[in-house]
């Protein structure tokens, strides 16, 4: 049995949201949803699981605070301390309310480029990649959905084309 | 679907569709400079030029080919460095702080505004550079192990708590900016042809990192921005708060004072939405985004303008009830000397633009008018340098030996740096506008059904 992809066009994104409803409650499996824009819900709709980015976020932004610590511990208590205006660096306690500052631009510092590396890492963007959208319309003004089905695909595209699709293209693998 | 109350303004004006967004945001990228263009471009890359020269001869030099003396040892290095820094505060603002406080008006801005941000602390970080005298010995205020030549910086000292903030706001505001700009990188390769235009189609390609819009991508940039957000939002206030260190952990009378943070902040946001509309106003003509950019945006933020000012006039009273209050004649000194001293023409150009003028934002024919915030947004922009030139060089130039008492006149040298500086960011801005996506086009459409005047007058 041949294996084909169907792409199914769409002009508005709550046509598509209720496409993709129509379709998951017909136990058929959407492959991927192209559009120009976030469309609230759609994560959902297609039982997307929850990104954990903002986790990553938090475990740099500890791993910088722990790291920015440790520098300034090694720099002002353990390498070198120095008497400052009165204020002598022999124990990181007592000094450390001077040392906020720092640490919490650390703590921001690898929060943010870490999470934002990670974020590019995961979606396999960097510069150069090749975008491999099936339609150059979908960052313009088109939603399309792409569902991978063997043998039979009439019930398919006449599923998509009564959910509104303005447009149905198919592709064998 | 997002729902927006009836009785709100539309955000987008005009009859527009998702592929009239597209069209109208890639136009400049697309098209040919005007003549305006042109002649913007020309003027600013003369300062520019300017600038280079005096910068040059400066390190060539050394520092005395400014107006410093003895006394006043810092005017306008630190004025034009603080004053650059305060801009770049807008534009993280209205990217942050109003993307946590779901502000749908941001949207049409924010890329702008954080472009300015960007060039904006540029500028900004030139001026310690060269106000080191070696600029090539710069990266001593790195830590680096003792055996380069120097101690280990020292982590007591606001000037370092600088470097580490500004290096990192600067940063972090180019990571959050690039992150939103990928998908509208994409969304102008896309339109490129590979036959009519090559090479850039293969720039955007380069630029737009094979952006293709997936449901798990998108997912993961809604939460990329907002936490980014939730990062940027302290890191903004935490930076002009340590810049107000830099004066506040002094002894200077005039300098030494608790509430410079929160005053430095909130002349930051003030002198940056300021900012934000002088460009905006020019922009929204210049290449025509006259249905994103409207009257309803820069009101809002002439209100923001309205309460920052405000807040800042109310600071300048506190700090002059807080030196009599204080019984301590050094300071109480300071501040009369401010006020009434050779530099009161100074502290009264600091009074009227920041304080009195912003107040006729009261009257709403005023705050919804392109012109008149065009003029006042000027006005915002001069006072708000006075501002820091009041501080920094009326607290100085009275020094605790009487003999020691003068003036400062910068020089032809200074003068260039400052204007060279003010090109430069228009050189940046102007090649920004003609090569990137001015509007964060794929934000914009979510709102375009919510917000659409179309779409509004439909319901």
């Known amino acids: 049995m041949t294996t084909n992809t169907i792409y199914g066009l769409f002009d508005d994104e709550e046509v598509l949201l209720a496409s993709v409803k129509e379709i998951r409650s017909n136990k058929i499996d959407i492959k991927e949803v192209y559009s120009p824009f976030p469309v609230h819900g759609l994560d959902k709709a297609l039982g997307l699981k929850e990104t954990r980015m903002a986790i990553t976020a938090f475990i740099y932004g500890c791993l910088g605070l722990f790291l920015g610590g440790l520098m300034i511990y090694y720099i002002m208590i353990l390498n070198w301390p120095q008497n400052i205006g009165g204020k002598p660096n022999w124990t990181f306690y007592h000094n450390v309310p001077a040392?906020?500052?720092?640490?919490?631009?650390?703590?921001?510092l690898f929060a943010a480029h870490l999470m934002s590396i990670t974020y590019l890492i995961r979606n396999g963007l960097y510069p150069g990649a090749k975008s491999d959208s099936p339609d150059e319309r979908t960052t313009d003004d088109k939603f399309l959905m792409e569902i991978e089905v063997e043998g039979d695909m009439t019930s398919v595209k006449n599923l998509l084309k009564k959910t509104g699709a303005t447009e149905i293209n198919e592709k064998e693998v | 679907m997002q729902k927006e109350a009836e009785i709100r303004d539309p955000l987008i004006l005009g009859k527009k569709s998702y592929h009239d967004i597209t069209k109208d945001v890639s136009r400049p990228v697309e098209g040919k400079a005007n003549k305006y263009w042109w002649i913007l471009f020309s003027l600013s890359f003369v300062l520019f030029i300017w600038g280079v020269l005096s910068m040059a001869y400066t390190i060539g030099t050394g520092i005395g080919a400014w107006g410093l003396n003895k006394t006043v040892n810092w005017a306008w290095d630190i004025t034009n460095f603080v004053w650059w820094i305060g801009i770049g505060h807008a534009g993280t603002l209205i990217s942050a702080v109003l993307l946590l406080f779901r502000q749908k008006w941001r949207m049409s801005i924010n890329r702008s505004a954080e472009a300015m941000t960007i060039f904006g602390v540029a500028q900004a970080a030139l001026f310690p550079l060269i106000h080191m005298g070696r600029p090539w010995l710069a990266y001593y205020v790195f830590p680096i192990p003792n055996q380069f030549g120097s101690l280990w910086v020292n982590f007591n000292s606001p000037l370092l708590w600088d470097v580490f903030a500004i290096s990192t706001y600067f940063s972090v505001s180019v990571v959050f900016w690039y992150i939103g700009l990928i998908p509208d990188f994409a969304m102008i390769r896309d339109r490129m042809s590979a036959k009519i235009s090559p090479m850039k189609k293969k720039l955007y390609s380069f630029l737009s990192f094979g952006w293709s819009g997936k449901a798990k991508h998108w997912q993961r940039f809604e939460e990329v921005s907002l936490v980014l957000a939730g990062l940027a939002t302290p890191l903004v206030f935490s930076v002009h708060s340590i810049v107000s260190m830099d004066f506040a952990?002094?002894?200077?009378?005039?300098?030494?004072?608790?509430?410079?943070?929160?005053?430095?902040?909130?002349?930051?946001?003030?002198?940056?939405?300021?900012?934000v509309e002088t460009l905006l106003i020019i922009m929204r003509k210049v290449v025509s985004l006259e249905s994103y950019i409207t009257i309803k945006h820069i009101e809002y933020m002439n209100i923001i303008i309205l309460l920052t000012g405000s807040l800042v006039g109310t600071a300048y009273i506190t700090e002059l009830f807080m030196s009599w209050y204080s019984g301590v004649e050094f300071e109480q000194y300071a501040f009369l000397n401010r006020a009434t001293g050779p530099y009161w023409w100074a502290y009264a150009i600091m009074m009227t633009c920041n304080v009195l003028t912003p107040q006729l934002y009261w009257i709403k024919s005023i705050r919804t008018s392109f012109v008149a915030t065009f003029i006042l947004s000027i006005f915002v922009n001069i006072g708000m340098w006075f501002e820091r030139f009041v501080i920094i060089v009326t607290s100085l130039h009275r020094d605790f030996l009487p003999s020691s008492w003068t003036m400062f006149s910068p020089s032809f040298i200074d003068i260039g740096i400052y204007l060279g500086?003010?090109?430069?960011?228009?050189?940046?801005?102007?090649?920004?506008?003609?090569?990137?996506?001015?509007?964060?086009?794929?934000e914009l459409k979510t709102i375009l059904k919510s917000s659409g005047s179309e779409y509004k007058n439909k319901k």
Do not use: K, N
């Open chain 2, 421 to 442: 500086t003010i090109g430069f960011f228009f050189v940046l801005f102007l090649l920004y506008a003609r090569t990137f996506p001015v509007i964060a086009q794929a």
């Open chain 1, 99 to 108: 040392f906020v500052p720092v640490l919490f631009e650390c703590t921001v």
């Open chain 2, 249 to 275: 952990t002094s002894v200077i009378p005039g300098w030494h004072t608790t509430i410079f943070p929160p005053y430095f902040v909130l002349g930051a946001l003030f002198s940056g939405f300021a900012m």
